[in-house]
């Protein structure tokens, strides 16, 4: 039996031996826009990062670092100015932001891994930033998680936090985590930004892996605009204060504890598309009958990009022909003929293209905050689950408004 | 020396020996949604179809058509509603919608074809459709081409018309067109509903392969939303009245009629994505630089799918780190630091991501309705146009009302 994985209050300092906060250092108006999140102890650390070929400079500053150690003792994060496409002075700066964390914090330089969200192409006010690490470095406490997730925010409407509790090998352990993003969000093999501390003890290999993993069936299944950021990012910290039996690959334990990361993976996941840019609804959806895993993902996401399905369900327009058009188009082999669909659990197309629905009742359906659409292929027993939000004439004003 | 391509005026039915025209059957309301097109001489005929897996009845009916013949008298066209997804039913509708267009016109059954646009997943009113065919078959005439273009939009704010003059082996060829189209446009292999009369004479195997090349540069090159319709089609008919020598493969004649064919063909592309769904500006996307012409194809794609571009040229916003992202993710290999962007002429970013930009001078040249994007890779000498347009509030609102 797998282990209950319970919903506790917190964010990223639920675990002990964690400490964060959130400042304004003047990047953005008047909002949070530093934060620094400090492991009392060395804690294991296991990152993934964008795959878009434009790698941020603090992308590229934590992949060299991460080559060279196992173990992280702090991140600073700031928001307003991604650090994104700005050469070798970005890189710079981002060894810079690197370097002053450590100074502030009395760590190791190599201890210290770097996170910028924003606006792509501009430079970092470095004065704005090293004060406001420097004010920052003594205020933090196991109570600045909240001020941590609101300082890391761009167009997000909302702080995204999410702490766990869960047996791992009998112990309880803790997992805490914050999140942010609303537009560019397409991760793959990362996300926005997410950032996950815990206690528990765990080998680097195998946190890598289940990091991985996670992220797979996470935030690599979440879209808000099809959009890949040159700046995703996840990275977790374990610093073992749990004292459960060391986690390794290929144990039971490694499955309790990938099961509960991959848990809070997919609660942030499911966040951040809820606060899609200008969204009002998250959108579910789940492809079954699939004859592999990736062909059920690369329908769920066809349909999940798809601008046309997006303002449908915004209308509350049952329109599946759209829905039909896009698995259509995704690249899988299928027959339309035995495809059906569900919107939020009202029949809309049997198999043999019979047209089921009820117009009224699928109308109501589609008015709730959440819609599920149910698409099963019949052709083999694999499924996922893919998130995404509507498309909202929101979307267009937060986008065309100058520089976001 | 390439021969000169002239515009003249008039649209599908500009080449002699073609007649045409559009009535009112009540498919939609209070507009033209019936439209004929027929050639008085037994014309080669060439067609391209959609990719999409759920391909509607009317291209699957045309598909075994044209596998039995090299020729084509008649098209007949509705809108308001796609005949797509529509199983058994709806090929059996397109098949009569066949055997009566055959019958007004006194013509055998397989020199008809058929064409659907409009609402997938509903069946056509054959009784409106039969009704509307009879009455318009003794209608047809040279003069009824802008009916005819007139009755085979859906959403397009106008009719999509084009013909030009040109010599093929020295003598005077007219090639006429129609087209139609403004969402659930990416096309692959093929655009939403495009035709083509001329009176070249040309072989049919001459014929699909210029068709088919024209379509990679011209239709398969606009995208309004990324989506892929289940209805795309493109026939051109060529009715040998001009008297040139017959084109056949590997002639300097073929190099002539094909240069024209695609010329009409990216005229009628790029009015398709000017027209696009709630589009107040054209963005014509230039890929140079690139070391294949499928990569810069790609990347040009990525960016003009990507919203986050295309909500930024409609805000007038330089916004050239969504561009950046967009080459990024878009999957082919680059350095971002050679990149170089243009925004209608104005440098933005130089190699060695050299921030060179003049807001202002930007801001003003965004305010066109034609916008050019000019990215060089520095990798190679291929290059590609491709053709998309902003996204608006009004594409939002004319998609989320009920079934579009």
């Not at 309880?172 to 991760?187: C, D, L, N």
């Not at 292929?377 to 929101?394: A, I, M, Q, S």
Request: net charge negative.
């Amino acid at each position: 039996m797998k282990p209950e994985i319970v919903h506790i209050e917190g964010g990223i300092t639920a675990a002990p031996g964690f400490r964060a906060g959130g400042v304004h250092c003047g990047i953005r108006r008047r909002k949070l826009d530093l934060a620094l999140l400090v492991s009392d102890h060395p804690a294991t650390v296991a990152g993934v990062f964008t795959t878009n070929k434009a790698q941020a400079a603090p992308v590229l500053a934590n992949r060299i670092q991460l080559r060279q150690t196992e173990t992280c003792r702090a991140i600073a994060v700031n928001s307003g100015v991604a650090n994104a496409c700005t050469g070798e002075r970005g890189l710079e700066d981002a060894w810079r932001m690197i370097r002053h964390t450590a100074a502030a914090l009395d760590l190791p330089e190599d201890q210290v891994l770097v996170s910028s969200t924003g606006v792509i192409g501009e430079y970092l006010p470095m004065e704005k930033i090293t004060a406001g690490i420097a004010q920052l470095a003594p205020l933090l406490s196991a109570e600045g998680a909240h001020d941590a997730a609101l300082a890391i925010m761009t167009t997000d409407t909302c702080p995204k936090e999410y702490a766990v509790r869960v047996r791992i090998g009998g112990v309880p352990v803790t997992i805490g985590a914050m999140a942010k993003g609303s537009g560019m969000i397409a991760p793959n093999m990362a996300t926005m930004l997410a950032f996950i501390a815990t206690d528990a003890a765990v080998t680097q290999p195998a946190l890598q892996l289940m990091l991985g993993r996670a992220c797979q069936l996470s935030f690599n299944r979440i879209s808000v605009d099809g959009d890949t950021s040159t700046n995703d990012m996840a990275i977790v910290l374990a610093n073992g204060l749990a004292k459960n039996p060391i986690v390794t690959e290929g144990t039971p334990e490694f499955d309790e504890l990938a099961d509960a990361l991959t848990h809070v993976m997919i609660v942030l996941a499911k966040m951040i598309a809820r606060d899609g840019e200008g969204a009002q609804k998250l959108i579910e959806i789940q492809v079954r009958g699939a004859a592999t895993e990736a062909e059920a993902e690369q329908a769920a996401r066809a349909v999940a990009n798809s601008n046309l399905v997006k303002t449908a369900i915004h209308g509350a327009d049952a329109n599946w022909g759209r829905i039909l058009a896009a698995v259509g188009y995704s690249g899988i082999e299928f027959n339309p003929e035995q495809i059906s669909i569900c919107l939020n659990g009202v029949p809309i197309l049997a198999p043999g293209y019979q047209i089921v629905i009820d117009e009224e009742k699928a109308k109501r359906a589609l008015e709730w905050e959440e819609v599920t659409i149910l698409i099963d292929l019949c052709r083999g027993d694999h499924e996922v689950r893919f998130w995404t939000c509507d498309l909202t004439k929101e979307y267009v004003h937060i986008n065309a408004s100058y520089r976001s």
